[in-house]
């Protein structure tokens, strides 16, 4: 008779409430015993195996005439990497395992599959015996766990994560869940290593840089094959650890996206949840076959505006009938109220009117009737609720008051008893689900995506805590607090929780805040690029009027950066489209969908004013310039014509597939070109990492106090003479600046 194993009891991570599929049952390739416990590193050896990462061919038989099958080399490689890593680990931190429970046997006797739910009870056991102080002092085990973390990860890595056509291939002996299933049993062992050890002087750093990433997601193809959106694979690559993606993977995709056409999104964005205004559809409750618009009293709203007030809707109900209510909405100003961030894409905005649909209303008012109140209410009165769509007008004649509306965005959000962030997936979803399981479905939620809801989220967190944010789930609003607070599970890895703090909150100087903002922002889009200065200048705590008085998307973004006297002084070198606008070709055009986020090293702050940043980096000023033979060539940098020293070339595509993406690398070379003869006084300003790209710039002036103004021209990249450029390249005589010099850049 077959052993029913339920799932719960199959790993140490907690169950996913709402899979997409069975968990798999990972088979046991070996005897959980036929680890010897004799030592990590030589149980190849000793078991007559070799394995050299020179050759191409896997693991080996020492005795050259055996030939292992694909079943020898699985056996082997589980035992060693899964029952061996198992077992060394939990022996450097005095636990002492017994094998034989990971694994579930049938009736009979036969080994079936693998399980790692009893680690929860040998990691409890582990973190006991630390708090009862059993160790020896000064004896630190951190140094050989790492080692032996890192042999696993270099192995598998060696076998899977590559693109070596001839290499041997560890899918050829172990499925991708097995394999799947020794990374996260290595995630979760490091992190009980980190947590089980917090004896004083335990020096952690051991642990730093252990790790099991991947240059390749392994689940992309079985996620996109599930229907996740491409943008959202590549974004769970980065943000999680394996066991956070593997168990992403298994999360059921939620109805909504799952329904909405990916087709065109790439890795950077989904477009999925962008909004045409002019074709945009307000949606009625799933489930209603149509029902009438309820308005509210725009007048009336209007006047509240204009008095300086912020407009509160308070939704009543009238008769008793529950399924159809009668529904009247009321504009009030000064009762506590729940503010509602949503995102447009799924039906609760309108472009036309200050309405939503019978049904829509009823469901927001069951929504926040599930809220209890932070602050001091009596007990008759409820909750109001402040929504855009009813409470910033759309009426042509009113636009003032919307602008208005606008600007004061950041106060209604900090202003409001709490938020609520309504989302169609997470709505789908289970609130009883296992912290994990939540805070990953938030992590892949088109809510978290978007800008504006990144503003409205931001600004409610300045409360302690973050105890304001409510998200909705299936049965009722749970805090962003209770996802993310204390304590850390000891039994997995849970960086989907961390890489939603890291996304929202903002802390540190306005320098430190340029790298949280690019992190937070990366993955997130708007339908309006004109929208972005107005989230920034808000989220920053700056007047938004300012922003909002031109409608110029980069016109607006100029005066978020007038708000800003301390940038990061790296921010010349990085590569992303900027201004073009005297006092701020440096500046980012976007922080959305960026490859890279803004690093802030420390003691690189440069102050800002209206003329640019006044960054000191050493640089090569150019004397004289002399043309290439054929624009696209570069330059050669060097005084001595006959010793020439570096090679000055575009910043910009080095390669094109087809004809046309080549005419334009071409053509963008030949701009650089000429931007480099044509821009008068150069100088080349010279990034710390002499790798990287470096800033060219024409110098303007030279104040009276040796500050030399430039305006920003373009990025550059030097590299080592080629023989035969020599003749092909123009010539540029240089004098080296140091690095006390000061730059304006401009
Ligand atoms: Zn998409
Ligand atoms: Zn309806």
């Known amino acids: 008779m077959a052993v029913q194993l339920g799932h719960h009891l199959r790993w140490n991570l907690p169950d996913v409430l709402q899979p997409g599929t069975p968990l798999p049952e990972i088979p046991s390739l070996c005897e959980p015993n036929s680890y010897d416990k004799e030592g990590f590193f030589d149980f190849p050896t000793r078991r007559g195996w070799y394995i050299d990462f020179a050759e191409s061919s ?22 060693w990497l899964f029952f061996g890593m198992m077992y060394e680990v939990l022996r450097l931190l005095n636990v002492e395992v017994d094998l034989e429970d990971f694994v579930v046997r049938d009736g009979d006797g036969t080994r079936r599959c693998i399980t790692t739910y009893p680690l929860r009870r040998y990691f409890a056991d582990c973190t006991q015996r630390e708090r009862a102080g059993s160790r020896i002092p000064g004896d630190s085990p951190l140094t050989d766990i790492s080692k032996i973390l890192r042999r696993v990860d270099s192995t598998i890595r060696r076998y899977s994560d590559t693109l070596s056509s001839g290499t041997w291939r560890l899918s050829e002996a172990l499925s991708l869940d097995t394999v799947l299933s020794i990374l996260v049993l290595g995630e979760s062992l490091l992190n009980l290593a980190k947590l089980a050890m917090p004896l004083p002087g335990n020096d952690q750093s051991m642990l730093h840089g252990v790790g099991f990433f991947w240059a390749r997601n392994p689940l992309e193809q079985r996620m996109r094959g599930a229907g996740w959106c491409i943008s959202t694979t590549k974004m769970l690559h980065t943000l999680l650890d394996t066991t956070g993606l593997y168990y992403a993977s298994r999360l059921r995709l939620p109805t909504h996206s799952g329904q909405q056409s990916h087709s065109n999104c ?3 964005q989904c477009f999925a949840n962008h909004v045409d205004e002019s074709t945009y ?18 007048e009336k709203v209007a006047k509240v505006i204009g008095q300086g007030k912020t ?11 529950n399924d159809r209510p009668d529904i009247e909405l009321e504009v009030t100003t000064s009762a506590p109220y729940v503010a509602i961030s949503h995102v447009w894409a799924q039906g609760l905005g309108n472009a036309q009117a200050n309405s939503l649909p019978r049904c829509q209303l009823a469901r927001i008012k069951r929504m ?25 007008p759309v009426a042509p004649h009113l636009k003032p008051l919307r602008k208005l509306s606008i600007a004061r965005l950041e106060e209604t959000y900090r ?5 609520l962030v309504v989302d169609k997936d997470l709505m789908s979803a289970s609130g009883f689900a296992s912290r994990i399981e939540k805070a990953t479905r938030l992590l892949c939620s088109a809510w978290m995506r978007r800008l504006w809801t990144y503003q409205e989220a931001v600004v409610s967190n300045l409360h302690p805590n973050c105890e304001k944010l409510q998200i909705q789930f299936s049965e009722g609003p749970v ?11 000891l039994c997995h890895s849970e960086t989907a929780i961390r890489s939603l703090l890291l996304a929202l909150p903002l802390t540190g100087s306005v320098s430190f805040m340029f790298s949280t903002l690019s992190r937070a922002l990366r993955y997130r889009t708007t339908s309006r690029q004109s929208d972005e200065a107005i989230c ?3 989220v920053l705590g700056h007047d938004v009027s300012k922003v909002v008085a031109t409608d110029n998307a980069e016109e607006r973004m100029a005066i978020f950066y007038s708000f800003i006297d301390t940038v990061p002084a790296e921010i010349i070198f990085r590569i992303a489209p900027r201004l073009q606008m005297d006092g701020y070709r440096w500046a980012p055009l976007s922080f959305l969908q960026q490859t890279t986020q803004i690093a802030a090293a420390k003691g690189l702050d440069a102050p800002r004013d209206s003329h640019g940043v006044y960054v000191t980096f050493p640089a090569l000023r150019f004397l004289s310039i002399s043309p290439p033979k054929n624009l696209s060539n570069h330059f050669v940098l060097g005084e001595d014509p006959g010793n020439p020293t570096i090679y000055l070339s575009s910043a910009g595509a080095k390669m094109g597939r087809t004809d046309e993406e080549w005419r334009r690398v071409v053509r963008e070379w030949e701009e650089f070109d000429r931007v480099v003869l044509g821009s008068g006084e150069i100088a080349l300003i010279l990034n710390p990492s002499p790798t990287s790209q470096h800033a060219l710039v024409s110098v303007l002036r030279k104040g009276p106090d040796e500050t030399r103004y430039c305006r920003f021209l373009c990025l550059a990249e030097t590299s080592s003479v080629h023989a035969t450029s020599l003749d092909i390249c123009g010539r540029v005589a240089i004098e080296r600046i140091d690095a006390g010099a000061t730059w304006c850049v401009g």
Do not use: Y
């Open 415 to 419: 202003n409001a008893d709490q938020v």
């Open 281 to 298: 559809q307000t949606q009625h409750f799933e489930g209603c076959r149509g029902c009438e618009h309820i308005s509210i009293d725009v």
């Open 266 to 268: 790439t890795m950077q």
């Open 479 to 489: 805090t962003f607090h209770s996802l993310c607070a204390d304590p850390i599970s």
């Open 58 to 79: 896997g693991p080996q038989r020492i005795n050259r005439d055996e030939v292992p099958s694909a079943a020898d080399k699985g056996a082997f490689l589980q035992s």
């Open 536 to 538: 920034l200048t808000a």
């Open 311 to 321: 407009p509160i809707v308070s939704i009543n109900l009238l008769g008793a009938d």
């Open 368 to 392: 926040v009737c599930g809220i209890r109140p932070m602050g001091p209410m009596d007990n008759t009165s409820e909750l109001g609720v402040w929504m855009d769509t009813l409470c910033i």
